[in-house]
């Protein structure tokens, strides 16, 4: 399953609303996860089961969709967001993440 | 506080070998399947294998062969065997536990701090 992210750079202001997509090459139904990277760190699950916030994560961090096309929706961009966001597909081996977004503020 | 701590990265030549090591704490580890993951510089993050709590393991179909999972329960260790190493395979390795015990496919909620392997002559 190849999961296509887009765009692969978004640049906002702080404040701004940030829409991620992943579209997935076959359902996963639900099981699709978003992560986020920040430089020199290790990748944090953020959401999971598409919508569920992994504990600390702040609520201005949404996910939505199922089949093929999901979205994760930063709701007010704040500066530590700065970050490359993956989402990942645990429906069918191999596991497969998708190529990332890179979130940057103007 | 559950922790992966992660050792056994470094340079090695085309052709050779190298074992990365996961030691766990903070969890009961026989009872959460384990991963690797990798990512080449600068890009993404790709999924390499997963051993579940009965000792079965998965693979990226590229890394077959060539790559081999194991767990030692008994030290709370998981490893990674590389060997035939390529180019391509410079990558900075995480280990991470799946979310939920007992599951062998679930999400990776811990992290370890990330292992270098270069391969270069």
């Known amino acids: 399953i190849v999961l296509t992210q887009s765009p692969a750079t978004l640049s906002l202001s702080p404040g701004e609303r940030a829409t991620l997509s992943c579209r997935a090459t076959?359902?996963?139904?639900?099981?699709l996860a978003w992560f986020q990277q920040k430089p020199g760190q290790a990748p944090r699950l953020l959401i999971y089961?598409?919508?569920k916030r992994a504990p600390g994560v702040p609520d201005r961090f949404s996910g939505s969709g199922s089949g093929t096309d999901f979205t994760l929706t930063i709701s007010s961009l704040e500066p530590e967001d700065v970050a490359v966001y993956y989402c990942q597909q645990r429906s069918d081996w191999p596991l497969t993440f998708g190529g990332g977004t890179r979130v940057e503020i103007k | 506080e559950v922790q992966l701590l992660q050792s056994g990265g470094g340079l090695v030549q085309p052709g050779g070998s190298l074992r990365l090591s996961c030691a766990a704490s903070?969890?009961?580890?026989?009872?959460?399947?384990m991963n690797w993951v990798r990512q080449s510089p600068g890009k993404g993050l790709e999924w390499v294998a997963t051993?579940?709590?009965?000792?079965?393991?998965y693979y990226a179909d590229s890394l077959k062969g060539r790559f081999t999972i194991s767990r030692d329960n008994s030290n709370n260790t998981l490893y990674l065997q590389m060997s035939s190493l390529k180019a391509e395979d410079a990558a900075i390795y995480y280990c991470?536990?799946?979310?939920?015990?007992?599951?062998?496919?679930?999400?990776?909620?811990?992290w370890g701090q990330g292992s270098l392997v270069a391969v270069s002559s």
């Open positions: 991470a536990r799946d979310k939920r015990a007992k599951t062998s496919r679930d999400w990776f909620d811990t």
């Open positions: 089961d598409v919508s």
């Open positions: 051993i579940s709590v009965r000792y079965d393991t």
């Open positions: 076959q359902s996963v139904i639900t099981y």
């Open positions: 903070g969890f009961t580890f026989g009872t959460y399947a």
